[in-house]
């Protein structure tokens, strides 16, 4: 004889499948928005992120190549001047290498356009003071300086310059200066020439800064010809640097 559930045992169990299922349920959504909202965002992120690459010191298109090979884009923000990195290659980016950004996004990278350039003034006829101060006023300054006697009252005056004027030169570069100091002529005591060749005679004194005057031959038996048997101004005479010398030589028979 079958057994009759009272009509509120009935209803308890109803009512605890009810609460089982509304659980179950409850479960369900809450998975299904941890999945879309903390899950999800995980794995797409982690799929389309890439670290940045250092792209400093590389050429604009070198960057291009580069940044496009990983998916993402690249655009010069700026150009400025610089003497430590080349013309046209990179100096800075934004991001940072090594940070982690989605694909498609763009790195910002600042370009060179490579050292200031500055024109060489026009230095000749100048102190070498007023031409310190010049080139001093364009960014540049004095190199090398080679001076040359000159046989005046002059003061140290630039007579050329390299690079010449108009031509152009790195920021900070040295122009290299050719300046004439005034002075008077060097003093000699002329030497006794008797007895030495012409030619080697001659060929010396032009070296010394000396001009042969003339030169007379007379015969003189028992003498080798083109010997140096005299000379005017005579041997102890004080000269100056470029006075003439008058010689006389042995003929020949």
Not at 27 to 56: C, I, K, S, Y
Not at 102 to 123: A, C, F, I, Q, Y
């Amino acid at each position: 004889m079958d057994r009759q559930v009272p009509a509120s045992g009935r209803r308890m169990t109803l009512r605890s499948i009810g609460i089982g299922g509304l659980i179950c349920i409850g479960a369900f959504l809450l998975g299904m928005l941890v999945f879309n909202f903390v899950l999800m965002p995980l794995l797409v992120h982690q799929r389309n992120t890439v670290l940045v690459p250092d792209l400093r010191g590389m050429s604009e298109k070198q960057a291009r190549q580069f940044t496009e090979r990983i998916s993402l884009r690249l655009r010069i923000s700026r150009e400025i001047n610089s003497g430590a990195v080349p013309k046209g290659y990179v100096i800075s980016q934004t991001p940072r290498p090594n940070d982690s950004i989605k694909e498609g996004r763009t790195v910002s990278v600042v370009l060179s356009l490579g050292p200031k350039m500055r024109r060489v003034p026009d230095l000749k006829g100048l102190s070498l003071r007023q031409s310190r101060i010049l080139l001093t006023r364009h960014n540049l300054r004095v190199g090398r300086v080679s001076k040359v006697l000159r046989v005046s009252d002059i003061q140290e005056t630039v007579l050329s310059s390299f690079p010449p004027p108009g031509r152009e030169l790195t920021e900070g570069g040295a122009v290299d200066l050719l300046v004439a100091v005034g002075g008077k002529k060097a003093r000699y005591i002329v030497p006794n020439l008797a007895g030495q060749d012409l030619l080697f005679i001659k060929e010396k004194l032009q070296n010394m800064g000396f001009r042969v005057g003339g030169i007379r031959y007379e015969h003189r038996p028992g003498t080798y010809p083109n010997t140096v048997i005299g000379q005017r101004p005579p041997p102890g005479t004080l000269i100056r640097e470029g006075d003439s010398i008058e010689l006389v030589a042995a003929g020949s028979d």
